[in-house]
Protein backbone atom coordinates (compact mmCIF):
# COMPACT_ATOMS: atom_id res chain seq x y z
CA UNK A 1 0.00 0.00 0.00
CA UNK A 2 2.69 2.48 0.98
CA UNK A 3 4.78 1.52 -2.15
CA UNK A 4 1.96 2.17 -4.59
CA UNK A 5 1.57 5.73 -3.03
CA UNK A 6 4.95 6.44 -3.06
CA UNK A 7 5.29 5.83 -6.68
CA UNK A 8 2.62 8.46 -7.20
CA UNK A 9 4.11 11.03 -4.95
CA UNK A 10 8.21 10.53 -6.30
CA UNK A 11 9.92 12.76 -8.29
CA UNK A 12 11.03 10.89 -11.76
CA UNK A 13 14.31 9.21 -11.24
CA UNK A 14 17.22 11.11 -12.85
CA UNK A 15 19.53 9.33 -14.83
CA UNK A 16 23.34 9.20 -15.81
CA UNK A 17 22.30 11.29 -19.18
CA UNK A 18 20.76 14.42 -16.67
CA UNK A 19 24.13 14.75 -14.64
CA UNK A 20 26.41 17.71 -15.60
CA UNK A 21 28.41 15.86 -15.58
CA UNK A 22 28.90 15.21 -12.09
CA UNK A 23 26.68 15.49 -8.35
CA UNK A 24 30.27 16.48 -6.84
CA UNK A 25 33.00 15.17 -8.47
CA UNK A 26 34.21 11.84 -10.37
CA UNK A 27 35.13 10.15 -7.04
CA UNK A 28 33.21 11.38 -4.43
CA UNK A 29 30.37 10.25 -6.91
CA UNK A 30 31.86 7.06 -7.57
CA UNK A 31 32.17 6.38 -4.02
CA UNK A 32 28.86 7.75 -3.11
CA UNK A 33 27.15 5.39 -5.84
CA UNK A 34 28.83 2.08 -4.62
CA UNK A 35 28.16 2.60 -1.21
CA UNK A 36 24.42 3.66 -2.10
CA UNK A 37 24.51 0.08 -3.61
CA UNK A 38 25.35 -1.22 -0.61
CA UNK A 39 22.98 0.30 1.27
CA UNK A 40 20.30 -0.41 -0.41
CA UNK A 41 20.97 -4.31 -1.28
CA UNK A 42 21.54 -4.51 3.19
CA UNK A 43 17.95 -2.63 3.43
CA UNK A 44 16.78 -5.10 1.19
CA UNK A 45 17.56 -8.44 2.90
CA UNK A 46 14.99 -6.42 5.75
CA UNK A 47 11.62 -7.67 5.83
CA UNK A 48 9.35 -4.57 5.29
CA UNK A 49 7.88 -5.10 8.19
CA UNK A 50 10.88 -4.95 10.15
CA UNK A 51 12.32 -1.35 9.01
CA UNK A 52 12.36 1.40 10.23
CA UNK A 53 10.62 4.44 8.43
CA UNK A 54 12.06 7.39 8.99
CA UNK A 55 10.76 10.58 6.79
CA UNK A 56 13.35 12.26 6.34
CA UNK A 57 13.14 16.43 5.21
CA UNK A 58 15.67 18.12 3.37
CA UNK A 59 15.95 21.83 1.71
CA UNK A 60 18.78 23.50 3.59
CA UNK A 61 20.62 24.56 0.22
CA UNK A 62 22.87 26.27 0.84
CA UNK A 63 26.11 24.38 -0.41
CA UNK A 64 26.81 20.99 -1.32
CA UNK A 65 28.18 20.43 1.88
CA UNK A 66 24.99 20.42 3.23
CA UNK A 67 23.53 18.15 1.21
CA UNK A 68 26.41 15.62 2.02
CA UNK A 69 25.64 15.71 5.41
CA UNK A 70 22.07 14.33 4.39
CA UNK A 71 23.58 11.82 2.34
CA UNK A 72 25.74 10.91 4.95
CA UNK A 73 23.08 10.21 7.64
CA UNK A 74 20.69 8.28 5.11
CA UNK A 75 23.38 5.79 3.89
CA UNK A 76 24.25 5.23 7.52
CA UNK A 77 20.46 4.57 8.48
CA UNK A 78 19.92 2.67 5.68
CA UNK A 79 22.94 0.68 6.59
CA UNK A 80 21.35 -0.17 9.91
CA UNK A 81 17.85 -1.20 8.59
CA UNK A 82 15.83 2.00 7.92
CA UNK A 83 13.51 2.61 5.54
CA UNK A 84 14.25 6.69 4.31
CA UNK A 85 11.54 8.34 2.79
CA UNK A 86 13.36 11.88 1.59
CA UNK A 87 10.57 14.82 1.97
CA UNK A 88 11.91 17.93 -0.09
CA UNK A 89 10.36 20.88 1.37
CA UNK A 90 11.79 23.99 -0.90
CA UNK A 91 8.46 24.32 -2.56
CA UNK A 92 7.68 26.63 -0.01
CA UNK A 93 10.41 28.84 -0.13
CA UNK A 94 8.21 30.56 -2.95
CA UNK A 95 11.08 33.06 -3.68
CA UNK A 96 10.64 34.48 -0.19
CA UNK A 97 14.65 33.77 0.83
CA UNK A 98 13.57 33.55 4.80
CA UNK A 99 16.67 31.83 5.66
CA UNK A 100 18.98 33.97 4.41
CA UNK A 101 17.42 36.67 5.60
CA UNK A 102 17.58 39.95 3.36
CA UNK A 103 15.21 40.62 0.45
CA UNK A 104 14.87 38.35 -2.02
CA UNK A 105 17.98 38.22 -4.93
CA UNK A 106 17.84 36.87 -8.02
CA UNK A 107 21.04 35.59 -8.34
CA UNK A 108 21.16 33.70 -5.05
CA UNK A 109 17.81 32.29 -5.12
CA UNK A 110 19.25 31.09 -8.73
CA UNK A 111 21.73 29.59 -6.92
CA UNK A 112 19.52 27.75 -3.91
CA UNK A 113 17.76 26.69 -6.92
CA UNK A 114 20.43 24.39 -8.57
CA UNK A 115 21.38 23.51 -5.30
CA UNK A 116 17.95 22.27 -4.98
CA UNK A 117 17.73 20.29 -8.10
CA UNK A 118 21.34 18.56 -7.54
CA UNK A 119 19.77 17.79 -4.15
CA UNK A 120 17.35 15.43 -6.35
CA UNK A 121 19.93 14.07 -8.20
CA UNK A 122 21.72 13.32 -5.40
CA UNK A 123 19.33 11.31 -3.72
CA UNK A 124 17.46 9.60 -6.42
CA UNK A 125 20.68 8.71 -8.58
CA UNK A 126 23.65 8.18 -6.29
CA UNK A 127 21.55 6.91 -3.24
CA UNK A 128 19.18 4.98 -5.11
CA UNK A 129 16.69 6.96 -3.42
CA UNK A 130 13.83 8.94 -4.79
CA UNK A 131 12.65 11.95 -3.13
CA UNK A 132 9.11 13.28 -2.48
CA UNK A 133 8.06 16.88 -2.83
CA UNK A 134 5.88 17.84 0.23
CA UNK A 135 3.77 19.82 -2.26
CA UNK A 136 2.42 16.32 -3.97
CA UNK A 137 0.40 16.09 -0.64
CA UNK A 138 -1.96 18.75 -1.64
CA UNK A 139 -4.90 19.16 -3.32
CA UNK A 140 -5.44 21.61 -5.57
CA UNK A 141 -8.37 22.31 -3.10
CA UNK A 142 -5.84 22.87 -0.51
CA UNK A 143 -3.97 25.27 -2.23
CA UNK A 144 -7.29 27.66 -2.81
CA UNK A 145 -8.40 26.66 1.22
CA UNK A 146 -4.65 28.19 1.44
CA UNK A 147 -4.90 31.30 -0.63
CA UNK A 148 -8.24 32.13 0.70
CA UNK A 149 -7.42 31.97 4.20
CA UNK A 150 -4.79 34.44 3.56
CA UNK A 151 -6.62 36.90 1.53
CA UNK A 152 -9.04 36.77 4.14
CA UNK A 153 -6.71 37.69 7.03
CA UNK A 154 -5.97 41.73 7.72
CA UNK A 155 -2.12 41.83 8.45
CA UNK A 156 -2.73 44.54 11.11
CA UNK A 157 -4.19 41.41 13.21
CA UNK A 158 -1.28 38.81 12.53
CA UNK A 159 -0.82 38.39 16.62
CA UNK A 160 -4.46 36.73 16.49
CA UNK A 161 -4.42 34.61 13.58
CA UNK A 162 -4.09 30.85 14.08
CA UNK A 163 -4.74 28.02 12.28
CA UNK A 164 -5.59 24.25 13.70
CA UNK A 165 -3.56 25.61 16.55
CA UNK A 166 -0.95 27.07 14.94
CA UNK A 167 0.19 30.62 15.00
CA UNK A 168 0.50 31.36 11.49
CA UNK A 169 0.32 35.05 11.38
CA UNK A 170 2.69 35.14 14.01
CA UNK A 171 5.22 32.68 11.52
CA UNK A 172 4.44 34.89 8.70
CA UNK A 173 5.09 37.76 11.08
CA UNK A 174 8.46 37.05 12.04
CA UNK A 175 9.62 35.70 8.34
CA UNK A 176 9.02 39.27 6.81
CA UNK A 177 11.01 40.62 10.13
CA UNK A 178 13.78 38.13 8.75
CA UNK A 179 13.28 38.65 5.02
CA UNK A 180 13.60 42.46 5.24
CA UNK A 181 16.19 42.64 8.45
CA UNK A 182 13.48 45.40 10.32
CA UNK A 183 12.15 44.60 13.48
CA UNK A 184 8.84 46.06 13.10
CA UNK A 185 7.86 45.73 9.26
CA UNK A 186 5.92 48.55 7.42
CA UNK A 187 2.37 48.36 6.17
CA UNK A 188 2.82 49.13 2.39
CA UNK A 189 1.57 46.86 -0.35
CA UNK A 190 4.90 44.98 -0.77
CA UNK A 191 5.15 44.09 3.37
CA UNK A 192 1.44 42.71 3.00
CA UNK A 193 1.95 41.24 -0.29
CA UNK A 194 4.73 39.30 1.45
CA UNK A 195 2.78 38.28 4.52
CA UNK A 196 0.17 37.26 2.89
CA UNK A 197 2.63 34.74 0.40
CA UNK A 198 4.46 33.01 3.86
CA UNK A 199 0.69 33.10 5.61
CA UNK A 200 -0.53 31.01 2.70
CA UNK A 201 2.79 29.00 2.68
CA UNK A 202 1.98 27.95 6.42
CA UNK A 203 -1.60 27.09 5.58
CA UNK A 204 -0.33 24.85 3.08
CA UNK A 205 2.43 23.61 4.76
CA UNK A 206 0.49 22.41 7.82
CA UNK A 207 -2.22 20.75 5.68
CA UNK A 208 0.56 18.82 3.47
CA UNK A 209 2.59 18.00 7.01
CA UNK A 210 -0.68 16.15 8.58
CA UNK A 211 -1.31 14.73 5.20
CA UNK A 212 2.11 13.51 5.02
CA UNK A 213 2.38 12.31 8.84
CA UNK A 214 -0.84 10.40 8.92
CA UNK A 215 -0.43 9.13 5.54
CA UNK A 216 2.98 7.28 5.29
CA UNK A 217 2.78 6.73 9.28
CA UNK A 218 6.65 7.15 9.75
CA UNK A 219 8.13 5.49 12.96
CA UNK A 220 10.29 8.96 13.23
CA UNK A 221 11.01 12.24 11.42
CA UNK A 222 14.99 13.68 10.67
CA UNK A 223 14.82 17.25 9.84
CA UNK A 224 17.13 20.71 10.18
CA UNK A 225 16.47 22.37 13.14
CA UNK A 226 12.69 23.50 13.51
CA UNK A 227 13.43 27.34 13.66
CA UNK A 228 11.69 28.59 10.26
CA UNK A 229 8.67 27.81 9.59
CA UNK A 230 9.63 25.65 6.56
CA UNK A 231 10.55 22.92 9.56
CA UNK A 232 8.93 24.34 12.49
CA UNK A 233 5.70 23.15 11.07
CA UNK A 234 6.36 19.67 10.20
CA UNK A 235 8.08 19.54 13.97
CA UNK A 236 4.81 20.92 15.57
CA UNK A 237 2.42 18.76 13.57
CA UNK A 238 4.92 15.07 14.57
CA UNK A 239 4.77 16.45 18.17
CA UNK A 240 0.95 16.84 17.90
CA UNK A 241 0.83 12.95 16.85
CA UNK A 242 3.46 11.84 19.15
CA UNK A 243 5.94 11.09 16.37
CA UNK A 244 9.51 11.77 17.79
CA UNK A 245 11.54 14.68 15.70
CA UNK A 246 15.46 14.36 15.60
CA UNK A 247 17.19 17.71 14.38
CA UNK A 248 20.52 18.63 13.63
CA UNK A 249 22.45 21.91 12.94
CA UNK A 250 26.21 22.58 11.95
CA UNK A 251 27.94 23.66 14.80
CA UNK A 252 30.85 26.40 15.12
CA UNK A 253 32.95 23.55 15.65
CA UNK A 254 34.42 22.87 11.31
CA UNK A 255 32.82 19.49 10.85
CA UNK A 256 30.02 19.27 13.37
CA UNK A 257 26.20 18.86 13.86
CA UNK A 258 24.51 19.39 16.88
CA UNK A 259 21.77 16.94 17.50
CA UNK A 260 18.47 17.19 19.37
CA UNK A 261 15.42 15.41 19.62
CA UNK A 262 11.97 17.04 20.13
CA UNK A 263 13.24 20.63 20.16
CA UNK A 264 12.86 23.62 19.01
CA UNK A 265 16.34 25.11 20.84
CA UNK A 266 19.66 25.70 19.24
CA UNK A 267 22.40 23.20 20.71
CA UNK A 268 19.83 22.01 23.70
CA UNK A 269 22.22 19.84 26.39
CA UNK A 270 20.00 21.39 29.17
CA UNK A 271 18.95 17.71 30.63
CA UNK A 272 22.74 16.59 30.41
CA UNK A 273 24.61 19.70 31.62
CA UNK A 274 24.12 19.46 35.59
CA UNK A 275 25.09 15.63 35.86
CA UNK A 276 27.98 16.49 33.31
CA UNK A 277 29.10 19.26 35.56
CA UNK A 278 29.04 17.40 38.42
CA UNK A 279 30.46 14.11 37.78
CA UNK A 280 32.47 14.67 34.62
CA UNK A 281 36.29 14.64 35.52
CA UNK A 282 38.50 15.83 32.50
CA UNK A 283 41.43 13.73 31.79
CA UNK A 284 44.92 15.03 31.18
CA UNK A 285 44.61 13.93 28.25
CA UNK A 286 41.34 15.62 27.31
CA UNK A 287 42.69 18.82 28.88
CA UNK A 288 45.64 18.92 26.96
CA UNK A 289 43.43 19.33 23.76
CA UNK A 290 40.44 21.42 25.47
CA UNK A 291 43.21 23.89 26.06
CA UNK A 292 44.67 23.53 22.42
CA UNK A 293 41.41 23.98 20.80
CA UNK A 294 40.44 26.86 23.77
CA UNK A 295 43.66 28.80 22.58
CA UNK A 296 43.12 28.10 19.02
CA UNK A 297 40.03 29.98 19.37
CA UNK A 298 40.60 32.75 20.85
CA UNK A 299 44.20 33.45 19.06
CA UNK A 300 44.32 31.79 15.68
CA UNK A 301 43.86 35.20 14.10
CA UNK A 302 45.78 38.25 12.93
CA UNK A 303 45.62 41.20 14.90
CA UNK A 304 46.44 44.63 13.98
CA UNK A 305 48.04 45.81 17.23
CA UNK A 306 48.17 49.78 15.74
CA UNK A 307 44.34 49.79 16.14
CA UNK A 308 43.98 47.79 19.05
CA UNK A 309 46.92 50.78 21.11
CA UNK A 310 44.26 53.37 18.98
CA UNK A 311 41.44 51.62 20.72
CA UNK A 312 43.20 52.01 24.13
CA UNK A 313 43.95 55.51 23.76
CA UNK A 314 40.22 56.34 23.21
CA UNK A 315 39.72 54.67 26.24
CA UNK A 316 41.23 56.67 28.29
CA UNK A 317 41.54 54.30 31.31
CA UNK A 318 37.53 54.11 31.50
CA UNK A 319 35.88 50.94 32.71
CA UNK A 320 34.93 49.51 29.44
CA UNK A 321 32.36 47.00 27.87
CA UNK A 322 32.54 45.27 24.44
CA UNK A 323 29.25 44.80 22.75
CA UNK A 324 29.81 42.02 19.78
CA UNK A 325 26.91 42.75 17.38
CA UNK A 326 25.19 39.80 15.62
CA UNK A 327 24.88 39.52 12.20
CA UNK A 328 21.23 41.55 11.96
CA UNK A 329 19.48 39.42 9.24
CA UNK A 330 20.20 36.61 11.46
CA UNK A 331 19.30 38.27 14.82
CA UNK A 332 15.93 39.26 13.26
CA UNK A 333 14.44 36.12 13.49
CA UNK A 334 14.31 35.47 17.18
CA UNK A 335 11.31 35.85 18.73
CA UNK A 336 12.39 36.19 22.22
CA UNK A 337 11.75 40.21 23.63
CA UNK A 338 12.35 40.16 27.41
CA UNK A 339 14.48 43.42 27.41
CA UNK A 340 14.54 44.22 23.72
CA UNK A 341 12.44 43.79 20.52
CA UNK A 342 15.35 43.04 18.48
CA UNK A 343 18.90 43.42 18.47
CA UNK A 344 19.00 46.93 16.40
CA UNK A 345 17.01 48.02 19.03
CA UNK A 346 19.36 47.06 21.84
CA UNK A 347 22.17 48.59 20.12
CA UNK A 348 20.22 51.81 20.06
CA UNK A 349 19.32 51.73 23.07
CA UNK A 350 22.74 51.04 24.59
CA UNK A 351 24.16 53.58 22.45
CA UNK A 352 21.93 56.08 24.30
CA UNK A 353 22.42 54.49 27.82
CA UNK A 354 26.64 55.43 27.36
CA UNK A 355 25.99 58.86 25.85
CA UNK A 356 24.06 59.42 29.04
CA UNK A 357 27.06 57.87 30.60
CA UNK A 358 30.55 59.62 29.66
CA UNK A 359 32.73 57.93 32.17
CA UNK A 360 31.86 55.03 30.81
CA UNK A 361 33.50 53.40 27.40
CA UNK A 362 32.06 51.02 24.92
CA UNK A 363 33.83 49.01 22.03
CA UNK A 364 30.62 47.96 19.29
CA UNK A 365 31.89 45.22 17.25
CA UNK A 366 30.68 44.38 13.56
CA UNK A 367 30.22 40.74 12.87
CA UNK A 368 33.21 39.43 11.11
CA UNK A 369 31.21 37.24 8.84
CA UNK A 370 29.17 40.74 7.64
CA UNK A 371 32.24 40.09 4.42
CA UNK A 372 30.28 36.98 3.43
CA UNK A 373 26.62 38.90 3.35
CA UNK A 374 28.73 40.64 0.49
CA UNK A 375 29.76 37.82 -1.33
CA UNK A 376 25.98 36.68 -1.33
CA UNK A 377 24.79 39.27 -3.33
CA UNK A 378 22.48 40.80 -0.60
CA UNK A 379 21.76 44.64 -0.36
CA UNK A 380 23.88 45.25 2.52
CA UNK A 381 22.52 48.82 3.06
CA UNK A 382 20.21 47.52 5.88
CA UNK A 383 22.50 44.67 6.90
CA UNK A 384 25.91 45.69 7.22
CA UNK A 385 26.22 47.40 11.09
CA UNK A 386 27.92 50.24 10.24
CA UNK A 387 25.52 51.04 7.15
CA UNK A 388 22.71 50.69 9.53
CA UNK A 389 23.85 53.22 12.04
CA UNK A 390 24.63 55.04 8.81
CA UNK A 391 20.46 54.81 7.07
CA UNK A 392 19.01 55.53 10.79
CA UNK A 393 21.36 58.64 11.18
CA UNK A 394 22.81 57.00 14.48
CA UNK A 395 26.05 59.30 15.49
CA UNK A 396 28.29 57.17 18.50
CA UNK A 397 29.25 59.37 21.00
CA UNK A 398 33.03 59.60 21.95
CA UNK A 399 32.88 57.03 24.57
CA UNK A 400 31.95 54.20 21.78
CA UNK A 401 34.07 53.29 19.53
CA UNK A 402 33.35 51.49 16.39
CA UNK A 403 34.71 48.17 15.33
CA UNK A 404 34.37 47.02 11.42
CA UNK A 405 33.79 43.51 9.91
CA UNK A 406 37.34 44.13 7.68
CA UNK A 407 39.31 45.21 11.09
CA UNK A 408 41.90 43.05 11.91
CA UNK A 409 40.71 42.83 15.54
CA UNK A 410 39.28 40.01 17.29
CA UNK A 411 37.28 39.83 20.15
CA UNK A 412 40.07 38.56 22.26
CA UNK A 413 42.57 41.35 21.49
CA UNK A 414 39.74 43.14 23.29
CA UNK A 415 39.54 41.42 26.63
CA UNK A 416 42.75 42.74 28.04
CA UNK A 417 40.18 46.13 27.78
CA UNK A 418 37.24 45.35 29.14
CA UNK A 419 35.89 44.27 32.61
CA UNK A 420 32.75 42.56 30.45
CA UNK A 421 31.17 41.79 26.99
CA UNK A 422 27.03 42.35 26.97
CA UNK A 423 25.63 40.76 24.02
CA UNK A 424 22.26 40.03 21.87
CA UNK A 425 23.26 36.47 21.63
CA UNK A 426 26.65 35.32 21.04
CA UNK A 427 29.15 32.98 21.54
CA UNK A 428 31.58 35.67 22.45
CA UNK A 429 30.06 35.42 25.78
CA UNK A 430 32.07 32.12 26.11
CA UNK A 431 35.17 33.69 24.68
CA UNK A 432 35.33 36.17 27.59
CA UNK A 433 34.48 33.22 29.97
CA UNK A 434 37.57 31.37 29.46
CA UNK A 435 39.73 34.94 30.48
CA UNK A 436 37.44 34.95 33.22
CA UNK A 437 35.40 37.89 32.13
CA UNK A 438 31.64 38.22 33.09
CA UNK A 439 29.34 39.01 30.43
CA UNK A 440 25.53 39.48 29.74
CA UNK A 441 23.03 37.83 27.46
CA UNK A 442 19.88 39.30 26.06
CA UNK A 443 18.29 36.34 24.57
CA UNK A 444 18.63 33.05 26.37
CA UNK A 445 21.32 30.34 24.86
CA UNK A 446 22.64 27.32 24.59
CA UNK A 447 25.02 28.45 27.06
CA UNK A 448 22.53 30.17 29.05
CA UNK A 449 21.93 26.86 31.52
CA UNK A 450 25.76 27.42 32.33
CA UNK A 451 26.09 30.28 34.85
CA UNK A 452 29.31 32.40 33.29
CA UNK A 453 26.52 34.16 31.47
CA UNK A 454 23.42 36.51 33.15
CA UNK A 455 20.23 36.46 31.51
CA UNK A 456 18.59 40.21 32.37
CA UNK A 457 14.35 39.87 33.08
CA UNK A 458 13.57 42.90 31.60
CA UNK A 459 15.14 46.33 29.83
CA UNK A 460 15.83 47.66 33.57
CA UNK A 461 18.03 44.26 34.56
CA UNK A 462 20.01 44.54 31.44
CA UNK A 463 20.95 48.02 32.24
CA UNK A 464 21.08 47.44 36.05
CA UNK A 465 23.83 44.30 35.39
CA UNK A 466 25.61 46.78 32.48
CA UNK A 467 26.17 49.52 35.45
CA UNK A 468 27.21 46.54 38.07
CA UNK A 469 29.93 45.23 35.81
CA UNK A 470 31.44 48.93 34.62
CA UNK A 471 31.70 49.76 38.27
CA UNK A 472 32.51 46.19 39.80
CA UNK A 473 36.02 44.79 40.16
CA UNK A 474 35.23 41.05 39.04
CA UNK A 475 36.08 38.79 42.40
CA UNK A 476 35.01 35.36 40.64
CA UNK A 477 37.85 35.06 37.76
CA UNK A 478 38.60 31.38 38.55
CA UNK A 479 34.82 30.29 39.08
CA UNK A 480 33.91 31.75 35.64
CA UNK A 481 36.69 30.54 34.08
CA UNK A 482 36.00 26.73 35.49
CA UNK A 483 32.52 26.68 34.49
CA UNK A 484 33.03 27.71 30.86
CA UNK A 485 35.48 25.83 29.66
CA UNK A 486 33.33 22.82 31.87
CA UNK A 487 30.42 23.74 29.54
CA UNK A 488 32.48 24.61 26.47
CA UNK A 489 33.58 21.00 26.61
CA UNK A 490 30.46 19.29 26.74
CA UNK A 491 29.16 21.91 23.76
CA UNK A 492 32.19 21.87 21.70
CA UNK A 493 33.73 18.51 21.97
CA UNK A 494 30.81 16.36 23.00
CA UNK A 495 27.37 18.32 21.81
CA UNK A 496 28.98 19.02 18.53
CA UNK A 497 29.47 15.55 16.97
CA UNK A 498 32.08 15.62 13.76
CA UNK A 499 32.03 11.86 12.62
CA UNK A 500 35.21 12.47 10.92
CA UNK A 501 33.61 11.29 7.82
CA UNK A 502 33.23 15.23 5.68
CA UNK A 503 34.79 18.02 5.36
CA UNK A 504 33.70 21.77 4.11
CA UNK A 505 31.32 24.47 5.38
CA UNK A 506 27.95 25.98 4.12
CA UNK A 507 29.59 28.85 2.90
CA UNK A 508 32.40 27.21 0.70
CA UNK A 509 35.36 28.55 2.19
CA UNK A 510 36.16 25.31 2.95
CA UNK A 511 36.18 22.96 -0.11
CA UNK A 512 33.94 19.27 0.41
CA UNK A 513 35.15 16.51 0.40
CA UNK A 514 34.37 12.78 1.87
CA UNK A 515 36.99 11.31 4.21
CA UNK A 516 36.16 7.42 3.53
CA UNK A 517 36.04 5.95 0.20
CA UNK A 518 34.29 2.63 0.62
CA UNK A 519 31.13 1.68 2.95
CA UNK A 520 32.90 -0.04 5.42
CA UNK A 521 33.37 3.33 7.09
CA UNK A 522 29.88 3.81 7.90
CA UNK A 523 28.90 0.65 9.01
CA UNK A 524 27.96 0.21 12.83
CA UNK A 525 31.03 -0.28 14.91
CA UNK A 526 32.82 1.51 13.52
CA UNK A 527 32.12 5.39 14.70
CA UNK A 528 31.35 5.46 18.28
CA UNK A 529 29.69 8.84 17.68
CA UNK A 530 28.17 7.83 14.42
CA UNK A 531 26.67 4.56 16.03
CA UNK A 532 25.18 6.79 18.90
CA UNK A 533 23.13 9.18 16.94
CA UNK A 534 21.74 6.51 14.82
CA UNK A 535 20.64 4.14 17.45
CA UNK A 536 19.49 7.66 19.02
CA UNK A 537 16.88 7.60 15.91
CA UNK A 538 16.61 4.34 15.50
CA UNK A 539 15.35 3.48 19.07
CA UNK A 540 13.55 6.62 20.25
CA UNK A 541 16.30 7.24 22.43
CA UNK A 542 17.45 11.13 23.49
CA UNK A 543 20.66 13.22 22.31
CA UNK A 544 21.15 13.94 26.14
CA UNK A 545 19.44 13.02 28.96
CA UNK A 546 20.29 12.70 32.89
CA UNK A 547 22.98 10.63 32.25
CA UNK A 548 23.23 10.31 28.70
CA UNK A 549 25.09 12.47 26.30
CA UNK A 550 26.81 11.43 22.85
CA UNK A 551 30.60 10.31 23.11
CA UNK A 552 33.35 12.61 23.04
CA UNK A 553 35.33 13.66 19.11
CA UNK A 554 37.80 15.37 19.97
Not at 344 to 347: D, W
Given at each position: ???K?L?????????V?????????????????K??????K???K????????????????????????D????????????E??????S???Q?????F?????K?????Q????TD??????????T?V??IG??L???D????ED?A???N???????T?D?F????MA??????T???????????T??????HL?N???L????????TT????T??SN?????L???????????????Y??????????F????????????????Q?F?K??T???????V?????HD?L?G????E?R??????L?????????P??I?S?A?V?????????C????QS?????????Q??????A?PA??L???F?M??S????G??????????P???????Y?E?V?VA??FG????????T???????G??????????????????FSR???????F??L??N???????DR???I??T????????????ID???I???D??S???D??FD???Q?L?????????VC??????????????R?????
Open positions: MLKLQKLLLKNTSADMEPYVYNSRIDDILKTGKIARTLEVSPAERKKIIYFIGYHHSKFASLIVVHMLALQLRGAIIVVRSYFFQEDIIGGAYNDRFELYKLYEGKIFSYILQQIEAFSSSLKFAFNNCYEGWESIYGSVGEYHAICNNNVNIPDNSTEVRQFKARCVASIASQKLLIQADVVVPFYYWRIPFLRSQMLNIPFSYMLSERPNSFWTNNSEKFCDSSKNWSKSYISEDILHLNKKIKYKNVSKINEIREVKGRSAVLLCNLDAFQEKRSFDSLEMIVIKWFSDNPYFCILKHEKMIEGDTFILLSVLKKCDIELENICFVDNDTSLLVKGVIAYSSVCMDAFVGLPSVSVLESHYSVADNPSSREDFRLEMLKNEINESIEERKYFLLYYCIGSYNLRGNVNVPFILSVDLPGKSEALDYDAILNNRSIFGVDRPPITI
